[in-house]
C-alpha cells in the first residue's frame, strides 16, 4: 500500500531509506507501518512533498507445486518457513528499490494459496520503503539491505487471538484449522526460524502499534535522518549522528 503523504513525488534514481518490520503473525507489523507512515506525515508537513510506501513480504510467497497446494488446502503446507517465499524475488525487488527504480511486486491470494496470474502492484520511487513481514530478517543478503530493522515484540496470547479472528473473517478458515495450522506450523516456525531473527533489530517494539512512545521516537529519527539527508548528508551531518543511510 503506498500512501502520498503530502502529494505523490516519489524522486527518481534517489536511494529511499528502506525499513524491515518484523514480528510474529498478527503482532501488528501492518498497524505499525501504517502508524508511521501517517505520523511521518504530520511531522513532516513542512517538507517537500514526501512519499511512503508499505510492502507485505506475504506478496512475495512463492508458486507451490500441485502437490504443495493440496497440503495447502488441508492446512498442512508450512507457510510459516523461509523457504515457502520467494527470496531471490525479495531481494532483486528490494534492490531495485534502493536503486530508485520502479518495480512490481506480485499479487497473492490467500484463499488459492497462489499469485493472482497477471496481476501485480507498481512501487514508484519512494522518499521511505517500508517491508513487513514474519521473516524479512531471516535471510541475510536481504536483512543486509535494510537502513533500519523494527521488530514487533507482542505477546504470543494476544497474538493468536487476533489470528483466530482475522483468519475466520479475512481468510475463509474454521476454528480447528486455524488452531491446527497455528500449533503444528505457524508457532513452531516462529520459534525456529522468526524469533531469532529479533536480535537483528535495531529497536523492538513491545505491545506493537499500541505503543505510540516507540512510534513517535522512531518517526522524528526517521524524519531526522531524512532532514539531514537533504542538507547534502554526510557533510552537514553531527559527529553524534553516524547512520549507513547518510553515506
Ligand atoms: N498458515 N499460515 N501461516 C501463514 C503466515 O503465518 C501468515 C503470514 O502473514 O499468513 C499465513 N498464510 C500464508 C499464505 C497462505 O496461503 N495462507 C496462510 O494462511
Not at 132 to 143: Q, S
Not at 167 to 191: C, H, T, W
Amino acid at each position: 500500500m503506498s500512501r502520498n503523504i503530502s502529494g505523490l513525488n516519489g524522486i527518481e534514481g534517489k536511494t529511499p531509506f528502506l525499513i524491515g518490520v518484523s514480528g510474529g503473525t498478527a503482532s501488528g507489523k501492518t498497524t505499525v507501518c501504517n502508524r508511521i507512515m501517517e505520523k511521518l506525515g504530520q511531522v513532516d508537513m513542512d517538507q517537500t512533498e514526501r512519499k511512503v510506501v508499505c510492502i507485505s513480504q506475504d506478496s512475495f510467497y512463492r508458486n507451490l507445486t500441485p502437490a504443495e497446494i493440496i497440503l495447502a488446502e488441508k492446512g498442512q503446507f508450512n507457510f510459516d518457513h523461509p523457504e515457502a517465499f520467494d527470496n531471490d524475488l525479495i531481494f532483486s525487488t528490494l534492490s531495485d528499490i534502493l536503486a530508485g527504480i520502479k518495480c512490481q511486486v506480485p499479487t497473492y491470494d490467500y484463499c488459492t494459496h497462489s499469485r493472482v496470474q497477471g496481476q501485480s502492484i507498481t512501487i514508484y520511487p519512494a522518499d521511505v520503503v517500508l517491508f513487513e513481514g514474519i521473516l524479512v530478517f531471516y535471510v541475510a543478503k536481504i536483512r543486509d539491505l535494510f537502513h533500519m530493522k523494527l521488530f514487533v515484540d507482542t505477546d504470543s496470547d494476544t497474538r493468536l487471538a487476533r489470528r483466530v479472528a482475522r483468519d475466520i473473517k479475512e481468510r475463509g478458515r474454521d476454528l480447528n484449522s486455524v488452531l491446527n495450522q497455528y500449533m503444528n506450523n505457524v508457532k513452531p516456525a516462529f520459534e525456529e526460524f522468526g524469533l531469532p531473527t529479533k536480535k537483528f533489530a535495531d529497536i523492538i517494539i513491545p505491545r506493537g502499534a499500541d505503543n505510540s512512545v516507540a512510534i513517535d521516537l522512531i518517526v522524528h529519527h526517521i524524519w531526522d535522518i531524512l532532514h539531514l539527508k537533504k542538507m547534502n548528508g554526510a557533510e552537514m551531518t553531527p559527529a553524534s549522528i553516524q547512520h549507513p543511510y547518510l553515506h
